[in-house]
């Protein structure tokens, strides 16, 4: 693929219910097969996705100056002005024009760094993702999946750091991270239930005490 031709991601969704076969990852399997036709030069990825709500998206990008791999913990709004390769970029540089300045992801990325343990490469924290298409996806899914997803930037390959390497890290941190993700709804789940009882407690009994 040059980098004037397009690609186009179609996704389709999974079981649910009582759904074991969704028709809709069965078409976008046959439209795969099929492709979009000799006269036009997209290339065609797909992909499926889970019917989840609070499914863990996880990008994973490079960035060319580093020596670690970063794990970003927030995406920002604005400064989007480098174009990416077919020369766009967004209006004035922003994301979401109403949306928040920086949105955080709900997976503590400090917590994670310190627990993902990858022997011959560091694992370190970050809360710059660099305000390009990487950034600018990550904003997008923390916006739109209320905070469920992650970003990882990784370094260039090199003889110290091959592909195989990269691949067992993020094996780790995203193990490290669907750790942190139950940890956290745990928590959430135990705070609902003191809520419940303290509110239950405040409740009047009906009787009249004398």
Known sequence: ???????????????????????????????????????????????????????????????????????????????????????FHPERGVCLPDGPEVIASGVSMRAVSRRAVVEGVEVAFSRDAGRYVCDYTYYLSLHHGNGCAALVHVPPLSPSLPASLLGKALQVIIQEMLEETEKARSQRLVHRKLSLCDSRQGEPTGRLLL
């Open 1 to 87: 693929m040059d980098s004037q031709s397009s690609c186009v991601v179609v996704t389709g969704f999974g079981p649910f219910r009582q759904h074991l076969v969704n028709s809709s990852w069965e078409a976008v399997k046959e439209l795969s097969k099929l492709g979009l036709g000799r006269d036009m030069e997209v290339e065609l990825r797909i992909l499926q996705l889970p019917v989840d709500y609070r499914e863990l998206v996880v990008h994973v990008g490079m960035d060319p100056t580093a020596k670690a791999i970063f794990l970003e913990q927030c995406g920002k709004n604005w400064g989007y002005r480098d174009a990416d390769i077919r020369g």
